[in-house]
């Protein structure tokens, strides 16, 4: 089984300012990792997979995120947000299977104000 | 990416009434599709497992008569809430698996608001 730490419930920042989401997950087996973000009373958005390969992968609306196996960490970075980056962010992990499900974090919610 | 649709985004019901919700995804064929539930800022939780043709997948505490799942096409599953109580009242969100057991990717629908009177 796996599961998925978000340390941060909220995180505040400055329009045009850098942010990082924390993401640790636990599993005994090869993974994949995913970020999703969910704007309000909407469904959620695929922003960014890792599967394989290279371990910087990057997103839409400028968004990467760096998988550390070591530290079993897949933060998401954003070097300048816009007030529209305003969302809940969800991190997810499933085995590296196709067939297996998708284990959520508890979200973090990013504020971003002028 | 690939389109899932949900409707309705939300429904008001009395209590004891039952309602369906539809999760379609309009440009793949979803063998399998999943419904969750999501409280108030809360993350999702995922609720059943629905594969085409065959029976529904329930997790752990999940009432299956309670949450009846149908998936009767490859590109349509229901979840029907039955004898529905305020305690059922919630996000229920949808998404469908990328075909071809491709990585695992799920699409998400828009999410229905299920408020029971």
């Known amino acids: 089984a796996q599961s998925v730490t978000q340390l941060d419930s909220q995180v505040p920042v400055f329009e045009e300012a850098p942010v990082e989401l924390r993401c640790n997950y636990s599993s005994s087996v090869s993974v994949y990792l995913f970020w999703y973000v969910q704007y309000p009373n909407q469904g959620l958005q695929l922003l960014l997979k890792?599967?394989?390969?290279?371990?910087l992968v990057k997103g839409i609306n400028g968004f990467e995120a760096e998988f550390n196996k070591s530290q079993t960490s897949f933060h998401l970075r954003k070097p300048s947000v816009h007030i529209s980056d305003t969302a809940e962010y969800f991190c997810a992990v499933s085995e590296d299977s196709g067939y297996s499900t998708l284990t959520f974090g508890k979200g973090t919610m990013l504020l971003v104000s002028p | 990416g690939a389109v899932v649709s949900q409707h309705p985004s939300r429904v008001i019901c009395k209590s004891g009434t039952s309602v369906k919700i539809e999760c379609r995804s309009l440009d793949f064929q979803a063998t399998t599709m999943f419904w969750y539930r999501q409280f108030p800022k809360q993350s999702l939780m995922l609720m059943a497992t629905?594969?085409?043709?065959?029976?529904?997948?329930?997790e752990q505490g999940v009432e299956k008569d309670k949450f009846l799942i149908n998936h009767a096409s490859l590109t349509l599953s229901t979840l029907t809430v039955t004898s529905a109580h305020p305690e059922d009242s919630s996000f229920y969100i949808c998404s469908a698996r990328e075909p071809f057991g491709a990585k695992n990717i799920q699409y998400f629908g828009a999410g229905t608001r299920l408020s029971v009177l």
């Open positions: 629905s594969n085409e043709g065959s029976k529904a997948t329930y």
């Open positions: 890792y599967l394989s390969g290279s371990t």
